[in-house]
């Protein structure tokens, strides 16, 4: 994987802002920027994960609330 360039919740440059808040809600929800080209995703929430689809750089997958 590449480096994020943009904040996949606010869709800033990672650079150019400070997205310790925007971190931490990551942690909590899917994000809404694709890291890699800042278009808006397409997000997909299921009861025990989600799905965040790009449409240049595909989809990201993650269980958040999965428990323990
Ligand atoms: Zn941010
Ligand atoms: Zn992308």
Redesign the pocket.
Known sequence: MTAAAYCGRCGLAVADAVHETCLRQLELEPPRY?P??R?RLVVQVMPDRWIAR?A??GATTASTWAGS
């Open positions: 694709c890699a080209c278009r790009c240049e750089h």
